[in-house]
Structure formats: C-alpha cells, structure tokens
C-alpha cells in the first residue's frame, strides 16, 4: 500500500552532520504527520522528530537544538538534518509516516537506516 525508502544514513565522527531523507510511494490519499524515530542496541525504539501536515514539529529533548526535520509535501519526503553529532545518536533510524490510503488509516515504516557516531 505504502513504501518508504530511506537513505542518507552511514558512519560520522563526533561532531559532523548527516542528513536522512525518507520518501513515501503508493496509493496515499493524505499525510498527517511524517517522523523519524531511533532505536538503539539494547533500548526500546523512540521519537526522535515529527512533523505534522501544518508543518508544526516537535522534537526528542536530546536532540533539540541539534536536528531539524523538514518534509517536502510536493514529493512526499521528509527529512532529518543532524548536526552536532554525539555517540549517543548511534542507532537505527526508522521513518514513520501517519497517511490515508483508500480511506483508511495506515501507519508505514521504513526499513531502517543506521547511523553510527564514533567518538
């Protein structure tokens, strides 16, 4: 029903950027909100930024001030800016997207994309 592909994910040093983009495919009617979310070894999966249609976001207290998410509603794409990398950012990164597909609510996954900080 709905694809997302990732990329921009890969290996930084403490300090540098990466910049993760997800794009959406399929019969997808409307997006309410796009996000992107991390899951390190060991730790349960959590929120790192979302955005929603009204391009309103909110963001994860650790990476306030160093990430920034944005989406391109044209090409049903969002993307997050990271800067100010730390080892702690180290995890895989999933995106998430909130849409209508065929009148009906549908919540779709990306496939994950890791990131790996070194210090």
């Known amino acids: 029903q709905v694809q997302l592909v990732e990329s921009g994910g890969g290996l930084v040093q403490a300090g540098g950027s990466l910049r993760l983009s997800c794009a959406a495919s399929g019969r997808i009617v409307s997006i309410h909100a796009m996000g992107w979310y991390r899951q390190a070894p060991g730790k349960q999966r959590e929120l790192v930024a979302a955005i929603r249609s009204g391009s309103s976001a909110n963001y994860a207290d650790s990476v306030k001030g160093r990430f920034t998410i944005s989406r391109d509603n044209a090409q049903n794409t969002v993307y997050l800016q990271m800067n100010s990398l730390k080892p702690d950012d180290t995890a895989v990164y999933y995106c998430?997207?909130?849409?209508?597909?065929?009148?009906?609510?549908?919540?779709?996954w990306g496939q994950g994309t890791q990131v790996t900080v070194s210090s």
């Open positions: 998430n997207v909130d849409c209508v597909v065929a009148g009906v609510k549908f919540d779709a």
